[in-house]
């Protein structure tokens, strides 16, 4: 047990699990919101792109030092809600040249500019035409964003000033098509591919052991109908059907993990029905079967604890199976759109032409995300194979 | 003739080195059918095998195995196969899987003819036929596939695949383990009979006393790697010099009742 | 050789057995759909007279029974209907398509038959050498990386950063002339679909063929090989690699199934002209003549493969013809 809890991959899932859990908490924003521009690159990318950004001015703050050695924004906003005691301007400083956004009256000022606003333009004296981002920011160094007032009284504020600037970056993972970071989707992903990819494996093995004790106990004629069963699900081309009854019959989660489960059990099944033929033929089987036992209490009591062992690393193997199915199925745009998924973040990214604008972080952390979860269930089924590999030579040899 | 001088054979595992052979010497002169007999893990198949050079790669040989005046232990590999099969011939445990399963007898036997000599097709038919006569087996079998065969059945086709290529020397390793005792008797006498029709030499390695009694013209016991003794049947049984050969044959007549 | 022909004509008889259900399960998935399941079968912004007409046609308005009859008779003779989306018979889009799945999924699945089966020969042979290493290592990690993913970041390398190859579909538009132009442009269009699968499958392969030769080589009749005196290669080529071919064989044929789901995702990644992609867009686009057929097609395919998988183990390994019933 000691050296499971060494492993690194049990480890990390654990760390994993935890971040799915307590990331719901801690995320400032939730992960389905525009934060910044669409397709923004990470900060740590394309260092002279601005990152976006957001400067307020409040109560006794009324000036702040914005450092710019960026190119200019993309798109600038102005807001805010507040009361002020003398006449004063917003005004922007840059290196060069000083620009009065707007005046502000003594009292209550409510206002909410956009960079394109025509009559925003006019009052700076720009074409109508003008990109004010650029004409604005046209220069790097030293800015300097502050209510001035028109004379030398100190004003006093109440209220916040906003200056939202939309630059090309954000975030550690930057942003998606639609402007959402993707860190937050990322972490929010987790949740989807752990509980669909267990589940639905967990109900793949219970179907598989259920038919498998029964079909290797039973012998005869249940045997030939399960195994039939078998085969012919096995003959059925499971991306297909998968994508068939997903699209008809609900996009929701707990339907695909059913329908995932209905095609994933056949494996475990043969496996423990070789196990319980084994089985079943020992001696201490027959034994019991001499003493009048009843063939439930045989499977409950005796059969199935052997294939406990074998049945926990086939768990631990088919994870990654259901991983890449569920993540496969909302690749191909057949999930439910409301639920962030790694495998839907790619759908987005193949169709909303993330490579064409070269935003590969959009691509990198979704799918690294699936093949990290696949490696790590992996190396936990690989560890528990290990663990039987004694057990089972010992229960054969009955 | 093949001597063996001062052979020793050594399994190198990570572990540890175990020995399985400490200086042996012996002998197969050619018309002669040397028994070498002991219980398992005496080393007496680590010696045979260590003959045609078929021991693990994880072994260390030491001592000198004489083909006439060839040292079979310092040859070059294509040498060594010019001299497998059709000088010494290799007749495999009862209980191996000596035969590929997925190609028929024929083949195998037609395999060694054309590798090891030059024969027209319809000669190659020819030798077949003619070697699985001599042992015991129809012709009908050469088509047959290995697991279609019994086990009698399948030693008698691996002694007609040693004979193919007229090999001077015969090694059996055990070859009537598994089997029972009315196909060992036949086996045995096979391989005694065509031993001394052709003036082959064989080495007969066994744990059955009896058995190698019946049919051998020297016998040397093997004891933890070590010949602890050497003479002829009689000489065993009826005056065994060492404390195991003793033992051997003590367990021998308590079985048979009486001396043989 | 009449335990063969026992042999093939039960393993006919279950292929029949499980075609049966598929038809079944095929009929029945497309009509229980949510909705007005004769929706399903006509185009709905067809005339209410068009509508009637149709319905006698497909029996609409006949017992289900009858339904399922007249539906046998149109998937055994291919007959699948008119596409709501193009309004061609769904048999002209298919057989278009057809050819290019075939062509990438038949070279995607020889060449990593190939190349893994090469590779993991050689590394069972030069065991602890670098190669075995990279087989192992290869064998254990591709499974876990989705196929969308390596195939959209090799788009990116070779088709966005470095633009080597097109970025989507199966040939250039507007096509070349001339026959050897248009089967360069077809095969360029392949080599990244081609490559990615190849690359995510080989190691699988590999480490498979790998298993399979170590256990091999450690059998007795390959000592016998060598104490026959036969040359190293005829007893890996000739003994060795002979009794791997029937696992091999029916791995390679298995297989064929779960490439088709790859078919899917790749022909969708690389907007190929294939049965796959027409699958998916059949379904978003709830063309359910065309869906049902797609999928019909592929299932028969899988069919059709296990069953060639079945038969030809029966040729190579002679063992398996004497099986008994009742395994």
């Not at chain 1, 669409?38 to 260092?47: V, Y």
């Not at chain 1, 000022?109 to 720009?126: A, E, Y």
């Not at chain 2, 019994?150 to 090694?171: D, E, M």
């Not at chain 3, 769904?90 to 050819?99: F, H, I, K």
Request: proline letters at 6%.
């Amino acid at each position: 047990m000691m050296s499971l809890f060494r492993r690194w991959s049990f480890l990390l899932l654990l760390f994993i699990a935890v971040l799915s859990i307590l990331a719901p908490f801690s995320l400032s924003v939730s992960p389905n919101q525009e934060v910044a521009p669409p397709f923004s690159t990470p900060l740590w990318l394309k260092r002279n792109l601005p990152p976006t950004m957001k400067i307020t001015l409040s109560e006794n703050i009324l000036k702040k030092n914005i450092a710019w050695p960026y190119n200019p924004p993309t798109q600038i906003h102005l807001s805010g809600e507040i009361t002020l005691s003398v006449p004063s301007a917003l005004v922007l400083e840059t290196p060069t040249q000083k620009f009065v956004l707007h005046h502000l009256t003594v009292g209550k000022n409510t206002f909410d500019i956009d960079g394109r606003d025509l009559s925003f333009k006019q009052r700076l004296n720009f074409s109508p035409f003008a990109q004010i981002p650029s004409e604005l920011f046209s220069e790097k160094g030293e800015y300097i964003f502050r209510v001035e007032p028109d004379f030398s009284a100190p004003p006093e504020m109440r209220g916040t000033i906003t200056f939202d600037i939309k630059g090309g970056r954000w975030g550690l993972l930057g942003t998606d098509q639609r402007g959402r970071d993707i860190f937050s989707l990322f972490i929010a992903g987790i949740r989807v591919s752990l509980i669909v990819g267990i589940s639905a494996t967990l109900l793949a093995s219970l179907l598989g052991l259920f038919f498998g004790l029964i079909s290797g106990y039973a012998g005869g004629w249940t045997d030939t109908i399960i195994m039939r069963g078998v085969d012919i699900l096995l003959s059925i081309p499971i991306l297909p059907i998968l994508m068939v009854l997903a699209a008809y019959w609900g996009k929701g989660l707990w339907q695909l993990v059913l329908i995932l489960s209905l095609f994933s059990w056949m494996g475990t099944a043969r496996t423990v029905r070789a196990m319980t033929l084994s089985l079943r033929d020992s001696s201490y089987i027959e034994g019991l079967r001499g003493l009048g036992a009843p063939t439930f209490y045989i499977l409950w009591r005796h059969l199935l604890p052997e294939t406990l062992p074998l049945l926990l690393a086939n768990i631990a193997l088919g994870v990654p199976g259901a991983i890449l199915a569920e993540a496969g199925i909302s690749f191909l745009g057949l999930s439910d759109p409301r639920i962030i998924s790694w495998g839907r973040m790619l759908h987005e990214a193949h169709s909303f032409g993330a490579f064409t604008r070269g935003a590969w972080w959009m691509l990198l952390p979704p799918g690294l995300g699936i093949t990290l979860l696949c490696l790590i269930f992996l190396d936990l089924g690989k560890f528990l194979e290990e663990q039987i590999d004694p057990q089972l030579k010992g229960a054969l040899k009955q | 003739m093949i001597q063996i001088i001062d052979l020793s054979i050594t399994y190198i595992t990570p572990s540890k080195s175990v020995f399985a052979v400490n200086n042996a010497s012996l002998s197969i002169p050619k018309g002669e059918i040397i028994g070498l007999v002991g219980e398992s893990g005496s080393g007496k198949s680590s010696l045979l095998m260590a003959i045609p050079r078929l021991l693990p790669s994880n072994t260390e040989v030491s001592g000198a195995i004489l083909l006439d005046d060839l040292d079979i232990l310092s040859l070059k590999k294509d040498t060594l196969n010019t001299i497998r099969w059709k000088e010494i011939a290799l007749i495999p445990q009862g209980a191996m899987n000596s035969f590929t399963p997925v190609l028929t007898i024929g083949k195998h036997i037609e395999e060694v003819l054309t590798f090891h000599m030059e024969l027209p097709p319809h000669a190659i038919k020819q030798r077949c036929e003619r070697v699985m006569k001599e042992a015991g087996l129809d012709a009908s079998y050469l088509n047959r596939y290995p697991h279609e065969l019994s086990g009698g059945q399948k030693q008698r086709a691996a002694i007609a695949t040693a004979l193919a290529c007229n090999p001077t020397f015969l090694l059996a390793d055990e070859p009537t383990t598994a089997l029972d005792v009315i196909t060992q008797r036949e086996i045995v006498e096979t391989l005694a009979t065509l031993t001394k029709e052709k003036d082959m030499g064989l080495l007969f390695v066994t744990h059955d006393l009896p058995l190698a009694a019946q049919i051998c013209d020297k016998i040397a016991v093997m004891h933890e790697g070590e010949i602890v003794e050497k003479g002829s049947p009689e000489e065993i049984v009826k005056n065994p010099h060492h404390e195991h050969t003793k033992q051997l044959v003590k367990a021998l007549l308590h079985l048979e009742g009486e001396e043989i | 050789m009449t335990e063969m022909k026992s042999y093939w004509w039960r393993r006919i008889a279950g292929s029949l057995l499980v075609l049966f259900v598929v038809l079944i399960l095929n009929f029945f998935l497309f009509r229980l759909m949510p909705g007005d399941p004769v929706a399903t079968m006509l185009d709905p912004r067809f005339s209410p007279e068009a509508k009637a007409e149709l319905s006698k046609l497909y029996g609409l308005d006949k017992p289900l029974s009858f339904q399922f009859l007249l539906y046998l008779k149109q998937m055994i003779t291919f007959n699948f209907g008119y596409s709501f989306l193009t309004g061609r018979t769904v048999w002209e889009e298919l057989a278009t398509r057809l050819p290019n799945t075939i062509t990438l999924l038949g070279s995607a699945l020889l060449l990593s038959a190939f190349l893994g089966t090469w590779l993991g020969i050689q590394a069972a042979l030069k065991r602890g050498k670098w190669i075995e290493k990279i087989v192992l290592w290869s064998g254990a990690v591709s499974f876990s990386f989705p196929s969308f993913f390596v195939q959209l970041l090799l788009l990116l390398i070779f088709a966005y950063a470095i633009p080597l190859f097109p970025l989507r579909g199966s040939v250039s538009v507007p096509p070349p002339i001339g026959f050897w132009a248009q089967l360069t442009d077809h095969i360029w269009h392949l080599i990244l679909p081609v490559g990615s699968l190849v690359l995510l499958g080989f190691g699988g392969w590999a480490l498979y063929v790998r298993n399979l030769m170590v256990k091999v080589l450690s059998e007795d009749f390959i000592l016998m090989g060598e104490a026959r005196g036969l040359p190293e290669k005829h007893i890996v080529w000739n003994h060795a690699f002979r009794t791997l071919l029937p696992p091999l064989l029916t791995i390679f044929l298995l297989s064929l199934p779960g490439i088709i789901s790859g078919a899917v995702i790749t022909e969708t990644v690389f907007s190929l002209h294939g049965v796959g992609r027409f699958l998916l867009e059949a379904i978003t686009g709830q063309d359910y003549p065309s869906a049902g057929a797609s999928f019909y097609l592929l299932a028969l395919l899988t069919i059709f493969c296990n069953l060639a998988a079945d038969l030809l183990y029966g040729i190579v390994d002679p063992r398996v013809r004497f099986e008994r019933r009742g395994r």
